[in-house]
Structure formats: structure tokens, C-alpha cells
């Protein structure tokens, strides 16, 4: 009973960092108990799952175990789902975890409960459908490793099957202006069959989503895909709002309109989808949009089960809390990232960026020292250092925010890239040190000279 249990609820980019800095400092004594909750058994940082989808990047070389994250620093690791919370016996309800296929009949672990002292929920968001018909069931989110890799596989096999009609000959004499008797050829370049892909939404996500699909056409021609990387393979991006990325600067929006638009990438914006069809996608506006593939990246929500918790939450789901971290509730629970609804003073509310996560995640740190210690919590400040968008291997875009330099600056090409680059670096410094960043940087450059650039199959 002297041991004080401290449970974090989402292994997402801030949950890991905060169970490793606190299984670090507290970890190796017996007062406190720091336990990381998670449906998962590994993470991967979620704004690379763009790149997963489109097959520059390989999950197994980048996915990270939880249970081995606990070895290495001093947490436990319960996988499970959150399905419930019980505030006056201060426990938190886990679904039971179903066996594979290959595991035996039953459940591998059952519903179960588990005792905290203080609570950190950190589970994230999910797609928000907006209530559009037809997009929950024809279209693919990009919330998790599994959604990005059934993309990506969908994606190939399209590819594949346009390949395979543009070379099944047909008829001469039903091609005008070719020469009559029978002979068969190839459909002409007007009738050739193409894969369309659209995306729904020019937040981060569908930008870098677009950019990374067009050098995956690209890189598949040269491993024997014979479809023309720009005229057979189309990419559409549907916006509601007047210009992609509305939540970043005019200047930054608009560079990356003109990039996407060299990479003939089709950007419809003004517009908002009416009806999603398994091979269409309908706008208010009337136009019909073919579709092989549709991906939704127009929103967020966070999960329902944060409303049924009892604690006080927005039209989002999204916990509210004081500028403590602490939920207006509960004081015993702490919430952050993008599950959390947090005030920032003079700007609205803390935007659901990883860089909010990360510097939450630092903030809780001291939070829970100063709570262990019986002292008063401090409050969090955000600081917004600027936003980058990555377009892949054709360049990247942003702008820099922050005291050294002095205001905004406007960056692009290499340089955006370098430091859209460092952001990841800098993730896999929290969760395992410089030194192991490094090596680990090292040892990704080497890989790549074995590798396809575009994960195959």
C-alpha cells in the first residue's frame, strides 16, 4: 500500500516518452510503480504512418516493443484495451485480449482491472467521419500500423491489376484508327486503365500522403510496374476549406499547392465529400470522383470511450483539463495529447501536433515529481517552435517559430528537410539516448543499400 501506481494510459508518441523518463527516474526503487497501458505490443511514431502506407518505410525496422522498452527502462507493460474506470476504487477496466488464429481457442488474457494511484491518459485520437455516408466502410483511415499496411497492400494490387489490363490486347477493329483485319494491340493511351487514388482531407496527413504516393508510382516503374508514374496512376486531394493545410500559414500553404501541382497531384478544394462509394466518391458540389482507392484524413476525434469515463469532456471527447494537466474532474487524472482539450491562452486550445505531446509529456515529468513530493503543481505553457510538412524526396516546407530566431521564418527544400528529419531523431533520443539514436541512424542508412526503396509485397 506504500507503493504509489502510476498507470499511463497510450503508448503514442508522449505516452512512451513519459512511462521511459519515469521508469528511468523512478523505476529502480520500491515507491513507486510506473505501468504503461496499450491494445498494442509496439509503437510507431504515428506521423510516419504516411510512409508506411505508401512503402518507403518498413515497419519492422522502425516499430519499437513495448515489453522491451519496459526491460530496458524499469516500467511495467499491460496490454489491453481501457473499456471503463472506476474513480472511486481507482482502478481502470481492460477488455479481454483475443487470441490469434494460431494461439488456441479462447481469450489469450481476460477482462481485467487495474489499481492506480494517479492516472495519465494518453490515448490519442481517431478518424472523425463527420457522418458522411459511406466513408466508415469504403475508405481507409491511417490511425494504425494495420490500416497504413492494408493501403499499402490495396495500393499494390491496384497498381498490378491496371498493369495487367493495359496489356490485355484487344480487338483492332474496336479501336478507331488502326488498321483493319483482327490484329490485336494494346488499349491506345486515352483508353488505358488508371488507378485512382483520393484522398480526403489537406491537413499534414493527405499533403505528405499525396507527395509520398507519386515517388512510390515513380519508384515502381523502375522495378517493372510498366504504368506511367504521372498520367496512369492520379491522385486527387478533396478539401472543404478555401486551401490545403488551413491551419498553417498562407506562405506555407500555398508552396506546397504549387509543389503538389508539379507533381500533378489534382487538388479540389471548396469542396466537401457528400457520399463515399466503394469505387467513387461524391462531392456537394456535384462532381464524381473514380476511386480505387479512398483515404479519410479529414479530422479527428478522440476515442468515444473517453465519454462514458464520467469526466468532464468536449464535443470532441477530448478530456478537459486545467492548465495543470489535471482533468477538471478528477484531480487524480491527468490527460494530454490529442485526448486532451487544453487552453492556450490568447490562442484557443493546445493544437494536437506531436511537438504538443512531446512537450506535455516533459511537463508531466515534473508534475508527478512535484505531486509524489506533496508539493503544488506547476502549470504548462505551450510553445509553438513551427510546423514543417514533409513532400518526401521532393522537397519539405514550413516555418520556424521561437526566441533565436527572433519571430517566423519561412523554409523549404533541403534545409526543411533536414530539420522535418531531426524531429524523428529527436523521438528516438527520448525514448533511448543519443548515442543509440545514432547508431540506429547509422545502421538505417546501411540497411538501405539492401533494400528496395518501395516495400514490394
Not at 497510450?10 to 521511459?20: D, M, R, S
Not at 477496466?93 to 494461439?103: M, N, S, T
Not at 470522383?289 to 468532464?312: E, K, Q, Y
Request: glycine residues 10%; aromatic residues 6%.
Amino acid at each position: 500500500m506504500s507503493v504509489h501506481r502510476i498507470v499511463v494510459v497510450g503508448g503514442g508518441a508522449g505516452g512512451l516518452e513519459l512511462v521511459t523518463r519515469l521508469g528511468d527516474k523512478y523505476g529502480r526503487g520500491k515507491d513507486v510503480q510506473v505501468t504503461l497501458v496499450d491494445r498494442s505490443l509496439s509503437h510507431i511514431w504515428k506521423p510516419l504512418l504516411h510512409e508506411v502506407a505508401a512503402g518507403v518505410m518498413d515497419t519492422a525496422t522502425h516499430q519499437l516493443s513495448y515489453v522491451a522498452q519496459a526491460n530496458w527502462h524499469h516500467f511495467e507493460f499491460a496490454t489491453g484495451e481501457m473499456i471503463g474506470l472506476d474513480r472511486q476504487a481507482k482502478t481502470i477496466r481492460l477488455a479481454a485480449v483475443p487470441a490469434a488464429a494460431d494461439e488456441g481457442e479462447g481469450d489469450l488474457l481476460p477482462e481485467r482491472t487495474l489499481p492506480y494511484d494517479t492516472l495519465v491518459l494518453a490515448i490519442g485520437s481517431t478518424t472523425n467521419f463527420f457522418g458522411v455516408a459511406g466513408a466508415q466502410e469504403n475508405t481507409i483511415a491511417l490511425d494504425t500500423v494495420e490500416q497504413a499496411e492494408r493501403f499499402r497492400r490495396r495500393l499494390m494490387a491496384a497498381c498490378v491489376r491496371a498493369q495487367n489490363a493495359a496489356e490485355t490486347p484487344v480487338a483492332a477493329s474496336a479501336s478507331p484508327g488502326v488498321q483493319p483485319g483482327g490484329a490485336l494491340l494494346s488499349p491506345p493511351a486515352a483508353q488505358r486503365p488508371k488507378v485512382n487514388l483520393v484522398i480526403v482531407g489537406a491537413g499534414a496527413t493527405g499533403v505528405e500522403l499525396s507527395a509520398e504516393l507519386r515517388n512510390t508510382a515513380e519508384v515502381l516503374r523502375s522495378y517493372g510496374l510498366r504504368l506511367d508514374p504521372r498520367k496512369d496512376v492520379r491522385i486527387t486531394i478533396i478539401e472543404s476549406s478555401p486551401r490545403i493545410l488551413k491551419a498553417l500559414p498562407e506562405r506555407v500553404s500555398g508552396a506546397v499547392a504549387g509543389l503538389l501541382t508539379k507533381l500533378d497531384v489534382d487538388i479540389l478544394c471548396g469542396d466537401s465529400v457528400a457520399e463515399v462509394r466503394p469505387n467513387e466518391v461524391t462531392t456537394t458540389s456535384g462532381k464524381v470522383l473514380p476511386a480505387d482507392i479512398t483515404v479519410w484524413s479529414a479530422g479527428i476525434t478522440a476515442p468515444s470511450v473517453l465519454g462514458t469515463l464520467g469526466l468532464a469532456v468536449n464535443r470532441l471527447n477530448q478530456i478537459e483539463v486545467l492548465p495543470t494537466l489535471q482533468s477538471k474532474t478528477d484531480p487524480d487524472i491527468f490527460a494530454f495529447g490529442d485526448c486532451a482539450s487544453c487552453e492556450w491562452p490568447e490562442h484557443g486550445f493546445v493544437p494536437p501536433r506531436a511537438q504538443a505531446a512531446h512537450q506535455q509529456a516533459s511537463f508531466l515529468v515534473k508534475a508527478i515529481e512535484a505531486r509524489l513530493k506533496g508539493q503544488s503543481l506547476p502549470t504548462f505553457t505551450y510553445r509553438d517552435f513551427g510546423s514543417l510538412v514533409s513532400l518526401g524526396k521532393f522537397s519539405a516546407v514550413g516555418n520556424l517559430m521561437g526566441g533565436l530566431i527572433g519571430g517566423s521564418m519561412f523554409i523549404e527544400g533541403l534545409f526543411a528537410r533536414v530539420m522535418y528529419t531531426s524531429l524523428y531523431r529527436m523521438h528516438v533520443a527520448a525514448l533511448h539516448g543519443v548515442w543509440r539514436m545514432m547508431l540506429d541512424t547509422v545502421a538505417n542508412r546501411l540497411r538501405r543499400s539492401t533494400v528496395p526503396r518501395v516495400k514490394l509485397h
